[in-house]
């Protein structure tokens, strides 16, 4: 059996997955998920019109800050608002 501090943790944490990227908003702070890696994180600088691509301005130690990321819902990748 779980302990429930385990099974509400979870709960949170997916519930902070934003399903609909065109809801974010310049200057947000997110991470870029895939296969339950956290493989980016930073300030979304833009977000595409139909919402599925979102462009990423890297934060966290070593980040270049002058180099943006590109990020395509297509590449199978999840979002969290941190």
Same mark, same amino acid.
């Given at each position: &059996?779980?302990?429930?501090? $385990?099974?509400?943790? @979870?709960?949170?944490?997916?519930?902070?997955?934003?399903?609909?990227?065109? $809801?974010? $908003?310049? +200057?947000?702070?997110?991470?870029?998920? @895939? !296969?339950? !890696?956290?493989?980016?994180?930073?300030?979304?600088?833009?977000?595409?019109?139909?919402?599925?691509?979102?462009?990423?301005?890297?934060?966290?130690? +070593?980040?270049?800050?002058?180099?943006?990321?590109?990020? &395509?819902?297509?590449?199978?990748?999840?979002? @969290? @608002?941190?």
């Amino acid at each position: &059996m779980k302990a429930r501090g $385990t099974v509400l943790s @979870r709960r949170i944490a997916q519930s902070a997955v934003v399903s609909n990227w065109g $809801t974010l $908003t310049v +200057g947000e702070r997110i991470e870029v998920v @895939r !296969h339950a !890696h956290v493989v980016a994180a930073g300030e979304v600088q833009e977000v595409s019109g139909s919402g599925n691509v979102v462009w990423l301005e890297p934060a966290g130690p +070593g980040a270049d800050e002058a180099a943006k990321q590109l990020f &395509m819902k297509s590449d199978g990748v999840e979002l @969290r @608002r941190v």
